[in-house]
Nanobody
Framework: EVQLVESGGGSVQAGGSLSLSCEAS????????IGWFRQYPGKERERVAT???????VYAESVKGRFTLSRIKANHTLYLQINNLEVSDTAMFYC????????????????WGKGTLVIVST
C-alpha cells in the first residue's frame, strides 16, 4: 500500500523559512513521480513542484526562486524548502505521487498524503 506522510508545517512569520517533508512507502521509489500540491481555503488544489522518474524537477512559475525540492533516496523522503515565506503561502500542502512519469493533468494523481498546514503571519 502506497503511503505518503507529510510533516514540517507550522506557523511562521513572513520572511522565514520552512522545510516540508514527505516520507513515501509501499512502492518502488524510482518508478514513481512525486511532488507537492497546495490548497488555499475554498480553492482547488494547485501543483507546486514535482520530481519525475528521470530526476527532472519542475516548479510552478509562482514559486520559482523560493521553493526548492530535494530528496534523500535512502529513506524515501522528498523535501520542499520554502524560503522568504509570504502571507500568501498560507495553505495546506499535500504530497502526491503517481506511478511512472508525472501526469500532465492534475486530476491524474493516484496517491495523496493527508497534508501539512502552513500558516504565515505578518
Amino acid at each position: 500500500e502506497v503511503q505518503l506522510v507529510e510533516s514540517g508545517g507550522g506557523s511562521v512569520q513572513a520572511g522565514g523559512s520552512l522545510s516540508l517533508s514527505c516520507e513515501a512507502s509501499g512502492y518502488a521509489y524510482r518508478s514513481y513521480c512525486i511532488g507537492w500540491f497546495r490548497q488555499y481555503p475554498g480553492k482547488e488544489r494547485e501543483r507546486v513542484a514535482t520530481w519525475d522518474t528521470d530526476d527532472e524537477t519542475v516548479y510552478a512559475e509562482s514559486v520559482k526562486g523560493r521553493f526548492t525540492l530535494s530528496r534523500i533516496k535512502a529513506n524515501h523522503t522528498l523535501y520542499l524548502q520554502i524560503n522568504n515565506l509570504e502571507v500568501s503561502d498560507t495553505a495546506m500542502f499535500y504530497c502526491v505521487s503517481q506511478r511512472g512519469n508525472c501526469p500532465l493533468r492534475d486530476s491524474n494523481w493516484d496517491y495523496w498524503g493527508k497534508g501539512t498546514l502552513v500558516i504565515v503571519s505578518t
